[in-house]
């Protein structure tokens, strides 16, 4: 087993005293050479990028016994996630992993493959499981990450019926889709109580789509705002209003009755609980696209619907 620890997971245990602001969960990789070949991924079989990387973060490898401990003794971590890559052999290594770690609730992020995987992982102390789509609709999934997007939203939908509200999947904007097509989507997900990480496409060096462009923050933060009055109940997916190129318009209801900072909370990391992912997707020179500490967002932007 090789075992990741995330560079800002290593403050969180001590080794350093960089702790980023917000941050709470400590990621691990339980790391091996991937059987799958995604484009967007450093772990993708034919990706040139060091083992090290997972989207723009460097991990260092670690003890697993060691990590258990410092994690569980830890008083700045709320919750660990376990990110699995897909290499022969990662479901004992998961299992290990979940009993020995202990005293936080534990999140696993995989590319299950059936609902027995998914219940092995709750019986052996999973808090929350992530099912990942990334790329929202069918053509995209079979074309970039490769399988059945129609199967994985079985097994998501057939996991979520039995362990409701435990149940988490990702999705990556920027791969091709339109606003609409993810947003549908995330329509669909919400009505079954399956919890969303949204992500910016980032380019990875030595992956396939490294020079693919990132989406525009305005699209993002239009996306985030979606998912964020679908999820509160604001609204209805009926009162999101699309253009002929499936960009959103518009809602039908008036944002500035709302405070401010409350709507804001929108470009707030969305995942499980305590799961903030601090510069995961963005560089901490730039714009964030997913804001990890509610302290930030006084400076973040709502977004201008004219420019649609």
């Not at 990387?53 to 460097?58: G, K, Y």
């Not at 102390?125 to 995209?140: H, K, P, Q, R, Y």
């Not at 496409?201 to 789509?209: Q, S």
Request: proline share 4%.
């Amino acid at each position: 087993m090789v075992l990741r620890a995330s560079y800002g997971t290593l403050a969180l245990l001590g080794y350093n005293e960089r702790i980023v602001e917000g941050q709470q969960t400590a990621f691990f990789m339980l790391d091996g050479k991937c059987v799958f070949n995604c484009w967007f991924c450093s772990h993708a079989r034919s990706a040139k990028t060091p083992n090290k990387f997972l989207s723009r973060v460097i991990w260092k490898e670690i003890n697993l016994s060691e990590a258990a401990n410092r994690a569980a003794k830890s008083p700045y971590i709320k919750r660990i996630c376990l990110q699995v890559v897909s290499y022969p052999g990662y479901k004992k290594d998961v299992v290990k992993a979940l009993n020995t770690f202990h005293g936080k609730p534990i999140s696993v992020s995989v590319r299950a493959t059936s609902f027995e995987e998914v219940k092995m992982y709750f019986e052996n102390g999973a808090d929350m499981v992530g099912i990942s789509i990334d790329a929202a609709t069918e053509e995209l999934h079979r074309k970039i990450r490769g399988g059945s997007l129609k199967k994985v939203l079985e097994l998501l939908e057939e996991s979520s019926s039995k362990y409701p509200g435990k149940i988490t999947t990702h999705l990556i904007v920027g791969l091709g889709e339109t606003e609409k097509d993810i947003v549908t989507l995330i329509d669909w997900l919400l009505k079954r109580k399956i919890t969303i990480a949204l992500f910016a496409f980032t380019p990875i060096k030595g992956t396939k789509l490294e020079n693919h462009e990132r989406p525009s923050l305005t699209s993002y933060r239009k996306i985030q705002l979606a998912h964020f009055l679908l999820k509160e109940g604001a609204i209805e997916f009926s009162m999101i209003k699309f253009n002929e190129n499936g960009e959103i318009v518009d809602f039908e209801i008036n944002l500035s009755n709302f405070d401010e900072l409350y709507i804001k909370r929108a470009f707030l990391t969305q995942g499980c609980p305590n799961c903030r992912r601090p510069f995961y997707n963005e560089s901490p020179k730039g714009a964030l696209f997913n804001v990890h500490s509610e302290e930030l967002l006084k400076n973040v932007q709502l977004p201008d619907f004219s420019s649609s």
